[in-house]
């Protein structure tokens, strides 16, 4: 029941665009998006519903295929506070709790 | 504000040994939720509550109990610790689930020798 995230680790210079790819074998109601930077608490980014919205703020934006049960995270422009690890948690019927994906790792370097 | 805290920030442990980890919300919450995350495995719901007197199991409960007597607070306890129980443990809460935006706790580092 747990999402595979890919990939496990990228590394950006700023500036550069990256996708962190969420997968469920199972049907998906919602997808949410959370980052944690080191040492801290995971702080929570965006919710995707059933629908295929792309929803987003700033330069982070998502998309949720259902069909697919796949959710892709976009980070555009990246800058240096976008470092951390990036879960996904996915909300699946019959389940009253998100299932957390084992994160990805994003560095950006100068 | 000072949303959700946890004490103690760490915490070590010997086998056998119990205690109580304290989580608080001054939110007015519903939902609040126990998580343990492990190097490589994400996080994994422990326990839940959706209300005060309400608690229900996640996805790995056994060693840990919990209560729900105020809709404030709700602890975890670690009945006889175990070194598989060596983990950051983070609170979380909601205002109606956890498929709502989840507020966390900064995190209880525990080891148990």
């Known amino acids: 029941q747990q999402p595979v995230q890919s990939p496990q680790a990228v590394i950006l210079r700023e500036g550069e665009d990256a996708v962190i790819n969420c997968s469920s074998s199972?049907?998906?109601?919602?997808v949410h998006w959370y980052r944690q930077k080191h040492g801290e608490a995971p702080v929570f980014l965006m919710i995707?519903?059933?629908?295929?919205e792309q929803k987003g703020h700033e330069k982070i934006s998502a998309s949720f295929n259902e069909k697919k049960q796949q959710s892709s995270l976009y980070l555009t422009a990246s800058q240096l506070s976008y470092s951390g690890t990036y879960f996904c948690?996915?909300?699946?019927?019959?389940?009253?709790?998100?299932?957390f994906g084992t994160g990805t790792r994003l560095t950006v370097i100068p | 504000n000072a949303g959700v805290t946890q004490t103690p920030k760490f915490q070590v442990l010997k086998t056998g040994q119990s205690m109580t980890l304290q989580c608080a919300q001054d939110?007015?919450?519903?939902?609040m939720s126990w998580y343990r995350q492990d190097p490589g495995m994400g996080l994994r719901l422990i326990h839940y509550?959706?209300?005060?007197?309400?608690?229900d199991q996640g996805e790995v409960p056994n060693g840990y109990n919990v209560s729900r007597s105020t809709t404030e607070d709700f602890p975890l306890r670690l009945l006889s610790a175990a070194p598989s129980q060596t983990s950051v443990y983070f609170c979380?809460?909601?205002?109606?689930?956890?498929?709502?935006?989840?507020?966390f706790g900064p995190g209880t580092r525990l080891t148990v020798t």
């Open positions: 979380a809460s909601s205002h109606r689930g956890p498929t709502y935006e989840q507020y």
């Open positions: 199972k049907a998906l109601y919602s």
């Open positions: 995707l519903l059933k629908g295929g």
């Open positions: 948690g996915t909300e699946i019927p019959g389940a009253n709790n998100l299932f």
């Open positions: 939110m007015n919450h519903e939902y």
């Open positions: 509550s959706v209300g005060a007197g309400i608690t």
